[in-house]
């Protein structure tokens, strides 16, 4: 690979961001970036500038000579990068309000990665990585992907499977949150311990021992009910029930709560969106907040308040994955990659969460083995519910947005489930061209989107 780095990141004026270039500064030695491109959207122009001004600040406070580059155009970005990542949000977060508040209203869950809202989510970001992955075999063909936008696992599935496109790894932060957390919990360090994670994205579950291979995973579960078991900002804390954790002898991912604990968990999304609001809605005030603190001519470093946004050691996921590969580091990291036999509960040939060695090659699978049988049920029915989705996402076909509408267990199936999701096909119109034949026949039907639903959206405009 050549000397100066070019890096491109798609989604630039996300307030993420910052967390990013602390990441990359902290990492120059090993990974000597010569130029960054920022890239953004005509409606994230500003927030763009905003951020890029930060960014430029906070390499100008470095000892490195890092230059910034802000564009609304991808193509000049992509030219002969040797990494793009992704951290874009389709329909910025008013889709995400909507796909939390549509849900909501019908009584059910919605949530940026999971249930409907996810899918949505999904339905509307798989077409886009699709076009970039195209760009990239054009203009930057030796470039890896490493994408962040959620959700994660099912984006990085589409790269593979429909982009044709294996230089991908597709991350998350909440595995590397667990390895940094939890050690504390029975007096170690990180670096004392062996993790092994397997599953999907927001869906895995890891197995830990020390460094003379004996099994810690019960005495962490133990600590798990006395101390702070550092869930992400964006999960609502309700405990697992005990005994299912004693029965499977692995630690769930934080996110399993929606599965595990659906009625609690369900109960305060409904108590929020009542009051307070859903979490896009709060996520809208921390940004506003956080991009007031980025306009400080004066501020140069990660502010505290990006904690609050959710995406802890998101940098120590995505600089680490890419310095890894550009200096062979063969780094353990969680990823999202093609199984390739590590689960053997799922086909080679579909992407998986797993641990693995990350180098110039990309991710070398760590095997995990067969999961337990309700696991094992677990993951082969979310997979099916997946791959669905991304099928659907790119054909445009209703029938098979409705079979993982159905198959999905955050949704309950009927004639609910399926307003819900005609509704949100009329509320991400703008943003879902592959669907716009079964929209016209909804629109026909007179399908809308509830009042309280566009109410909403006022009250939360800052």
Known sequence: MKQGVKIATIGGGSSYTPELMEGF????????????????????????????????????????DVQVHLTLDRKEALKDADFVTTQFR?????????????????????????????????????????????????????AWLVNFANPSGMVTEAVVRYGKWDKVIGLCNVPVMATMLEPGLIG???????????????????KVADNHGNDVTMTLIDK????????????????????LLEQM???????????YQEEEML?????????????????????????????????????????????????????????????????????????????????????????????????????????PTAERGWLQVMKAMELL??????????????QAFTLNPLITSG??????MDELFIAHKAYLPNFEEAIARLERKGIEVQDEVVRAMDLVNV
């Open 389 to 402: 989705t991304i099928e659907a996402a790119v054909t445009g076909n209703y029938g098979t947005a409705l």
């Open 25 to 64: 500064i902290k990492r120059y030695n090993e990974l000597p970036i010569s130029e960054i491109w920022l890239v953004d959207i005509e409606a994230g122009k500003e927030k763009l500038e905003i951020v890029g001004a930060m960014a430029q600040r906070m390499w100008d406070a470095s000892p490195y």
């Open 90 to 142: 389709v329909g910025l977060l008013d889709a995400r309000v909507k796909d939390e508040r549509i849900p909501a209203y019908y009584g059910m869950l919605g949530q940026e990665t999971n249930g409907a809202g996810g899918m949505f989510k999904a339905f509307r970001t798989v077409p886009v990585i699709l076009d970039i992955v195209e760009d990239m075999k054009r203009l930057c063909p030796n």
């Open 188 to 206: 170690k360090k990180t670096e004392d311990l062996i993790y092994k994670f397997a599953g999907l994205n927001h869906f895995h579950w890891h």
């Open 224 to 243: 798990m009910y006395q101390e702070d078991n550092g869930l992400p900002q964006n999960i609502y804390d309700t405990p697992f029930e005990r005994e």
């Open 249 to 259: 002898k692995m630690i769930p991912c934080a996110y399993h709560r929606y599965y």
């Open 415 to 420: 004639k609910t489930a399926k307003r819900v």
């Open 267 to 371: 109960e305060h999304a409904l108590e929020e969106y009542r009051t307070v609001g859903t979490r896009a809605q709060q996520v809208k005030r921390t940004e506003h907040e956080l991009f007031e603190l980025y306009k400080d001519e004066n501020l140069d470093h990660k502010p505290e308040q990006l904690q609050q946004r959710g995406g802890a050691y998101y940098s120590d996921a995505a600089c680490e994955t890419i310095a890894s590969i550009y200096a062979n580091k063969e780094t353990q990291i969680v990823v999202s990659t093609k199984n390739n036999g590590a689960l053997p509960d799922l086909p080679a040939d579909c992407v998986v969460e797993v641990t693995a060695y990350v180098g110039a090659q990309g991710a070398r699978n760590v095997a995990f083995g067969e999961l």
